[in-house]
């Protein structure tokens, strides 16, 4: 029903921008989009997420005031700038896309990992930052 293709990423110094794309394939309704992100023995988080039908956009506090999340929804995709980066922002990033209104739950319910939802995952794209 969805297909995600992701793009970006890379290895960034500390302080380096990055910007990630994600295009979605799909002919059904998307209601929400996000980025999450998994670091190496953590769990995957929620970094932020817009809702497509009011453009309401939620950061997680690590990446207030550093990311931006932004949609072009004549190109059905996603975008994330990554500015200041730290370190810490090193992680496999994933896309995730609320396809149908999927689960019921708002597009910022970043519980279980996301799965709540978020019912179609990009392939991940790794982020590295070196101090």
């Known amino acids: 029903q969805a297909e995600i293709t992701q793009s970006g990423g890379g290895s960034v110094q500390a302080g380096g921008s990055l910007r990630l794309s994600c295009s979605v394939s799909?002919?059904?309704?998307?209601?929400?989009m996000a980025w999450f992100r998994q670091a190496p023995g953590k769990e995957r988080e929620g970094v932020a997420a817009?809702?497509?039908?009011?453009?309401?956009?939620y950061y997680a506090d690590s990446v207030r005031g550093r990311f931006t999340v932004s949609q072009d929804n004549a190109k059905n995709t996603l975008y994330l700038q990554m500015n200041d980066l730290k370190s810490e922002d090193t992680a496999l990033y994933y896309c995730?896309?609320?396809?149908?209104?999927?689960?019921?739950?708002?597009?910022?319910?970043?519980?279980?990992?996301?799965?709540?939802?978020?019912?179609?995952w990009g392939q991940g794209t790794q982020v590295t930052v070196s101090s």
């Open positions: 995730a896309a609320n396809i149908a209104g999927y689960g019921g739950s708002s597009c910022f319910d970043f519980r279980n990992a996301g799965m709540r939802s978020y019912n179609y």
């Open positions: 817009v809702d497509t039908r009011s453009a309401e956009t």
């Open positions: 799909t002919t059904a309704s998307r209601y929400c």
